[in-house]
């Protein structure tokens, strides 16, 4: 929905209202974060254990009154004070009415996340896949309308994502009728949120290290700036797509067959597949970049592409978490947020750093290396809380060829459109067999992937 919008803002919204879409888009993410105090991350950990149907009813019926109540109550004092939050957030004091539609998507948002994850609870993908389609097309209907035929501007774009996640939850909760009752269990409350409160000040840190990019962009140089800079990082999720499936189908399954012997060696087998696939995708972009973002938007965001090169890598990094699980089963949750505080810190202070001397791109590079030290951190910690067979020599000898191999389509590139994309299709093909000689992608990857799309494996 985020790729096929884009085109669309960036011809119907300037790069300041772009920007103003982003910080607000952030708001939500950090009241996500924030305001229930991640008590969906409580019931996450105990659902999958619970033997009776009345106990899951309880944590879920609990989980969900709560959610409803703290997200009621921020958006009554977020509205209360419009004014000074837009001031503080946007640099202007004029802009409440968009800031009043974000926040009511923020409150809106928050309690559908609570509700469409109970899918992945219960194991029930289809579903869940159904409630996210309904979602997305309705969000992108609506956006296309208000935006591109009425000309609605900032207002329809965010009207529409309050309509389409207005949509989305009566959707969820219609397929969920039964889950959820008006039963508050003081019990279950205390004991989601005895795991959940102490990740709300890691939440924090993973909120500042993601955002504190744009937030200072906006404080340093300008709305235009972020709008820029949100262009690249859009089109930076597209490597998250890889990511998607993994993230949603992972922690449910991770909780309720750790203790599994065969589960370490499955996990150790989809981190190799993921790296595998993910770096062929990272190197396409280095030659892609500059013509996707001449395609998609206007001369005005061309200064995107670089910073795509950095954003891609970084959104993936932080995403990989879901393979070092031995934190969150071991409930050190103290030890996850000195994790992410640190990686806050340095992703501030890099930002700090590099902002004012290289502009966007140094924001980037900022957040690329806050990510990485935390994903570095993550991994060895969880190594020594339940331990991970992966393939390490093949990983680093895979992300060094790859690494050189960008550097080369960087800084060599090939008169016309031919000679580079035999150089591309040269540099995958060596990328591609490098990953296969050295078991990063196995004989047995190859021929189950071959199976998938139908393809005889000989």
Avoid: K
Avoid at 326 to 337: F, N, W
């Amino acid at each position: 929905m985020s790729l096929l919008l884009l085109p669309v803002y960036t011809r119907v919204l300037r790069p300041a209202e772009i920007g103003v879409l982003d910080l607000l888009l952030l708001l939500a993410t950090l009241a996500n974060l924030t305001v229930a105090l991640e008590v969906s991350q409580g019931l996450a950990r105990f659902y999958p254990q619970a033997r009776s149907h009345q106990r899951r009813q309880a944590l879920a019926s609990t989980a969900f009154l709560f959610t409803l109540a703290c997200y009621g109550l921020f958006a009554a004092v977020a509205l209360l004070w419009s004014r000074p939050l837009a001031q503080w957030l946007l640099g202007v004091h004029d802009r409440q009415l968009p800031l009043a539609l974000g926040v009511l998507y923020a409150a809106l948002n928050g309690v559908l996340l609570l509700v469409q994850n109970q899918f992945r609870w219960q194991l029930r993908s289809l579903r869940y896949a159904e409630v996210s389609a309904v979602l997305a097309i309705s969000t992108l209907l609506l956006s296309l309308l208000l935006t591109a035929v009425l000309g609605w501007g900032l207002n329809g774009a965010l009207l529409a994502l309050v309509l389409g996640a207005g949509l989305g939850l009566l959707d969820a909760l219609w397929r969920l009728r039964g889950t959820f009752r008006w039963w508050w269990h003081r019990p279950s409350l205390r004991q989601m949120l005895r795991f959940s409160a102490p990740l709300v000040p890691s939440g924090l840190s993973v909120f500042v290290a993601g955002a504190i990019d744009r937030l200072l962009l906006q404080h340093l140089l300008s709305l235009d700036a972020v709008g820029i800079y949100g262009v690249a990082f859009r089109l930076a999720t597209a490597v998250g797509v890889l990511m998607l499936g993994v993230q949603g189908a992972l922690t449910p399954l991770i909780y309720s067959q750790a203790h599994d012997p065969a589960t370490p060696a499955q996990l150790a087998r989809l981190f190799r597949l993921v790296v595998g696939l993910a770096l062929p995708a990272l190197l396409l972009l280095v030659p892609l970049s500059p013509l996707l973002i001449a395609w998609l938007a206007p001369p005005s965001y061309a200064a995107a592409a670089p910073v795509l090169l950095l954003l891609a890598p970084s959104l993936l990094l932080a995403s990989l978490y879901v393979f070092a699980p031995g934190l969150p089963l071991a409930q050190r949750t103290g030890l996850i947020l000195v994790i992410n505080a640190l990686g806050a810190g340095l992703n501030t202070g890099l930002n700090l750093l590099l902002i004012p001397r290289l502009g966007i791109a140094g924001a980037a590079g900022a957040t690329l290396c806050g990510n990485a030290v935390v994903f570095a951190l993550t991994m060895a910690w969880s190594q020594r809380l339940y331990p991970v067979p992966h393939a390490w020599r093949s990983l680093a000898a895979a992300l060094l060829l790859s690494l050189v191999l960008a550097a080369a389509l960087a800084w060599m590139p090939a008169p016309g459109v031919l000679p580079q994309l035999t150089l591309t299709l040269v540099a995958l093909g060596l990328l591609l067999a490098a990953e296969t000689r050295c078991g990063l992608l196995r004989r047995e990857d190859w021929h189950a992937m071959a199976r998938f799309v139908g393809v005889p494996a000989s």
